[in-house]
């Protein structure tokens, strides 16, 4: 219509009708401020309202990642609650796209609701591998329950300070606030212990019980594996390679270093590679195109590390729960320099890595075609790194921290050693597959790290 009146010189015309629109745009931007001033403002009433009320000792809620899916340690903890003490109601906390991720049994919370101050004020037990809003006011009686996200390779808490490009728009005076109000972290192994007592320094008790998202990887059975390797798609016989890079933090946008096609092609028909993108990305790591399957938005990672092989990886603190599983892994660390200068790491994990180290995409192919991938190298590798990274998870720290938690008992189930656990057996586990025929002119990279 502008263009008509333009056309026929109604030009002052044209003038008045782009101000009113203009006027209009104005009018409603401040409506919607004062609109969420006045929800805020309400909102804050009756957070303060509800902290008057009586804590409901049988209540307890849940969180993942800032409101993502039923997933992490939180999630097999509201399971274990449900399960061990039943006396308890539990809530989880979830944007609303991701609450068909949540089992039958849960009441679902909106963040920032009515319904989602209402749990934060009058809950006895707070459980996440985040922190809650910064708004939070702990009562007397309320016990936080802070998982964590995984085993530290690069630099959390305080120790990211000293660390722009990672810790870019990090306030650690909050983040101390948020450490005085834990009441218990969790830990799987002294490492982790150590790191975090040292990085987020308080008054908290650390519970050496290991990881209740790792439970799964002892109870699941051989027919498990065969159920979700089906619902993935992954044909009978063929090795499933997942595929999981960390985030980088002096990078804007998701880094995608491996043509995964290309290794699928050189490797042959009987791989396949389960691709997942960092949850910090919110965003697909590569299209499912033959036999690269994009599996980001799978709503377990401990389900496709049972499905998978293998896996591949950077610098995920996946590698430390995936070791749960004594199955092989090959690390990728074509940027270790970048990373460590960008975010700082706890050791030199070229030094002592879980498996075979490809520092380029054909040497990662090579590992793989020439089956050094679980060659007795990798094994020993992997051997080494289990006995110092997966002390605690025996299947049953899920049970230790209700028990312990909820129940107030202090004769919990002795940690099962390491050797006489027995993970349940890959796919590929039971048949050696023959080699792959390398192409001329690649590289042949012997058994090492």
């Given at each position: 219509m502008h263009h008509t009146l333009i056309r026929f010189g109604?030009?002052?015309?044209?003038?008045?009708?782009?101000?009113?629109?203009?006027?209009?745009?104005?009018?409603?931007?401040?409506?919607?401020?004062?609109?969420?001033?006045?929800?805020?403002?309400?909102?804050?009433?009756?957070?303060?309202?509800?902290?008057?009320?009586?804590?409901?000792?049988?209540?307890?809620?849940?969180?993942?990642?800032?409101?993502?899916?039923?997933?992490?340690?939180?999630?097999?903890?509201?399971?274990?609650?449900?399960?061990?003490?039943?006396?308890?109601?539990?809530?989880?906390?979830?944007?609303?796209?991701?609450?068909?991720?949540?089992?039958?049994?849960?009441?679902?919370?909106?963040?920032?609701?009515?319904?989602?101050?209402?749990?934060?004020?009058?809950?006895?037990?707070?459980?996440?591998?985040?922190?809650?809003?910064?708004?939070?006011?702990?009562?007397?009686?309320?016990?936080?329950?802070?998982?964590g996200q995984g085993t530290p390779l690069g630099h959390i808490g305080l120790d990211l300070q000293e660390r722009p490009a990672a810790a870019r728009g990090r306030d650690f005076a909050r983040l101390l606030r948020g450490v005085d109000q834990w009441d218990y972290v969790l830990s799987a192994n002294r490492h982790t212990t150590l790191t975090h007592e040292r990085a987020h320094p308080g008054r908290y008790t650390t519970l050496e019980y290991g990881y209740p998202r790792n439970d799964v990887f002892r109870t699941a059975t051989a027919a498990d594996v065969a159920r979700l390797r089906a619902s993935l798609g992954i044909p009978e016989g063929t090795v499933a390679i997942l595929y999981a890079p960390t985030r980088r933090d002096y990078r804007r946008s998701q880094r995608r270093s491996l043509d995964l096609q290309r290794i699928v092609r050189r490797l042959g028909p009987r791989f396949v590679v389960l691709a997942r993108a960092h949850h910090a990305y919110g965003a697909p790591l590569t299209g499912t195109c033959g036999r690269v399957v994009d599996v980001s938005d799978h709503p377990s990672v401990e389900s496709l590390c049972l499905a998978s092989d293998a896996l591949v990886t950077d610098y995920s603190s996946l590698m430390f729960d995936y070791a749960n599983l004594d199955r092989p892994i090959v690390i990728h660390a074509d940027d270790w320099e970048a990373y460590e200068a960008a975010r700082g790491t706890y050791f030199d994990l070229r030094s002592f890595p879980p498996g075979a180290v490809a520092r380029s995409e054909d040497e990662l192919i090579d590992i793989f075609a020439t089956g050094h991938w679980r060659g007795s190298r990798s094994a020993q590798l992997r051997s080494a790194f289990?006995?110092?990274?997966?002390?605690?998870?025996?299947?049953?720290?899920?049970?230790?921290?209700?028990?312990?938690?909820?129940?107030?008992?202090?004769?919990?189930?002795?940690?099962?050693?390491?050797?006489?656990?027995?993970?349940?057996?890959?796919?590929?586990?039971?048949?050696?597959?023959?080699?792959?025929?390398?192409?001329?002119?690649?590289?042949?990279?012997?058994?090492?790290?």
């Amino acid at each position: 219509m502008h263009h008509t009146l333009i056309r026929f010189g109604l030009h002052r015309t044209y003038r008045t009708l782009q101000l009113a629109s203009a006027l209009q745009r104005a009018a409603a931007r401040t409506a919607g401020k004062v609109l969420r001033g006045l929800r805020s403002a309400a909102l804050r009433v009756h957070y303060r309202l509800q902290r008057c009320l009586p804590l409901r000792t049988d209540r307890a809620v849940f969180a993942a990642y800032d409101g993502r899916g039923h997933s992490c340690n939180p999630g097999a903890l509201e399971t274990a609650f449900r399960d061990l003490a039943p006396h308890i109601r539990t809530a989880w906390i979830a944007r609303p796209e991701h609450h068909h991720t949540t089992p039958p049994g849960p009441r679902r919370i909106v963040p920032g609701t009515a319904a989602y101050w209402t749990a934060l004020a009058r809950s006895a037990y707070l459980v996440s591998n985040t922190d809650f809003d910064h708004r939070l006011v702990k009562r007397r009686g309320q016990v936080i329950v802070q998982t964590g996200q995984g085993t530290p390779l690069g630099h959390i808490g305080l120790d990211l300070q000293e660390r722009p490009a990672a810790a870019r728009g990090r306030d650690f005076a909050r983040l101390l606030r948020g450490v005085d109000q834990w009441d218990y972290v969790l830990s799987a192994n002294r490492h982790t212990t150590l790191t975090h007592e040292r990085a987020h320094p308080g008054r908290y008790t650390t519970l050496e019980y290991g990881y209740p998202r790792n439970d799964v990887f002892r109870t699941a059975t051989a027919a498990d594996v065969a159920r979700l390797r089906a619902s993935l798609g992954i044909p009978e016989g063929t090795v499933a390679i997942l595929y999981a890079p960390t985030r980088r933090d002096y990078r804007r946008s998701q880094r995608r270093s491996l043509d995964l096609q290309r290794i699928v092609r050189r490797l042959g028909p009987r791989f396949v590679v389960l691709a997942r993108a960092h949850h910090a990305y919110g965003a697909p790591l590569t299209g499912t195109c033959g036999r690269v399957v994009d599996v980001s938005d799978h709503p377990s990672v401990e389900s496709l590390c049972l499905a998978s092989d293998a896996l591949v990886t950077d610098y995920s603190s996946l590698m430390f729960d995936y070791a749960n599983l004594d199955r092989p892994i090959v690390i990728h660390a074509d940027d270790w320099e970048a990373y460590e200068a960008a975010r700082g790491t706890y050791f030199d994990l070229r030094s002592f890595p879980p498996g075979a180290v490809a520092r380029s995409e054909d040497e990662l192919i090579d590992i793989f075609a020439t089956g050094h991938w679980r060659g007795s190298r990798s094994a020993q590798l992997r051997s080494a790194f289990r006995e110092r990274f997966c002390t605690y998870d025996d299947g049953r720290a899920a049970e230790r921290v209700v028990r312990r938690v909820v129940l107030g008992e202090s004769d919990l189930p002795p940690v099962v050693p390491l050797e006489e656990r027995r993970p349940v057996p890959s796919a590929a586990s039971s048949a050696r597959e023959p080699l792959t025929t390398v192409p001329a002119g690649s590289a042949v990279v012997t058994d090492r790290v």
